[in-house]
């Protein structure tokens, strides 16, 4: 009786001390990876990474960690000027997290590059780029992992939002000091006063319809267009999808679209402007419809 109890004590003692010990690798090497992963982010606040990296300390266990990851493609025979300008926003948003003083190692940021990482694009099933993915310390990454770039945009304060929302990590974005703002504000505030008071004895121009008709028409044309929306969105210029060459898409907010918007805009304006005015100039023995469909027929084009 006395050998059993002694061989499933010497069994017991057994399994629990490899399970200390599993458990303490185990602990060893989270430390190893979280050290190592500082280490990085000390010399740079984005991480580059290639596959073996990828696949050792961002899809490896064990990890207590969650990685922000930006796959891209930076090399010049890509010709991805998205890439560049969604970078540049990334960077943004990972230096303000590298020296926020809410800093911690539970999100670090990384990149993966096509020429350096095309395995971890295969992996992934990944086919296009700029493309941002957040991998949770625990479980697999969710659809809503996946930054919505074409909805959002790349911008670096909704990156921040988005990863607040995946990790409750609150990032305050901080850019350096951008002053080509304040100085043409200055210089119009100048050129202002300086007609001001050049014309201080003859100011009836603030008091003409026309100039506020124009004026009001200006705002009108910048708020249709959707440079407002670029404005606080910051998409690219234009997007080009690799496999086809397209440059446009119909789920895709771009700049250049509101330039199409803003001159199509122009020319309508421009047609009921002339219309009106000739319009009013016509004598009073021609016809008002006759010289309306004149004007109509001679700016046709900006119909189409």
């Not at 909805?151 to 921040?160: D, N």
């Not at 895709?252 to 679209?257: D, E, F, R």
Request: hydrophobic share 45%; with cysteine; charged share 20%.
């Amino acid at each position: 009786m006395y050998g059993k109890l002694y061989i499933f004590l010497f069994a017991f003692i057994f399994v629990y001390n490899d399970r200390v010990d599993g458990q303490m690798k185990k602990e060893t090497l989270l430390s190893e990876k979280v050290a190592q992963m500082m280490e990085w982010t000390s010399k740079r606040s984005v991480i580059r990474m290639n596959g073996d990296k990828f696949r050792r300390f961002v899809r490896a266990p064990p990890r207590n960690y969650s990685v922000i990851i930006m796959f891209t493609a930076l090399q010049p025979q890509r010709q991805c000027g998205v890439c560049r300008q969604a970078d540049e926003e990334f960077q943004a948003l990972a230096n303000s997290w590298r020296y926020s003083s809410a800093f911690t190692n539970k999100v670090f940021f990384a990149s993966v590059d096509f020429d350096e990482g095309s395995d971890v694009f295969q992996m992934l099933n990944m086919n296009s780029a700029p493309t941002f993915l957040h991998f949770p310390s625990k479980g697999k990454p969710r659809k809503a992992d996946t930054y919505e770039l074409q909805v959002r945009g790349f911008a670096a304060e909704q990156l921040a939002r988005w990863v607040a929302d995946r990790t409750d990590v609150q990032i305050r974005i901080i850019r350096p000091p951008n002053y080509a703002g304040p100085l043409l504000l200055g210089f119009l505030l100048a050129g202002i006063g300086g007609l001001a008071y050049l014309r201080r004895n003859n100011l009836e121009f603030l008091f003409n319809k026309n100039v506020w008709a124009f004026s009001a028409l200006c705002f009108v044309l910048i708020m249709t267009s959707g440079q407002m929306w670029n404005h606080i969105r910051g998409p690219p210029y234009a997007h080009k999808n690799p496999s086809t060459g397209q440059i446009v898409s119909w789920m895709q907010m771009i700049n250049l679209k509101c330039f199409i918007m803003h001159h199509l805009n122009n020319g309508n304006a421009l047609k009921m402007c002339f219309r009106v005015i000739s319009t009013a100039a016509v004598k009073p023995s021609s016809s008002p419809r006759r010289t309306s469909f004149s004007c109509s027929m001679l700016l046709l084009p900006w119909e189409w």
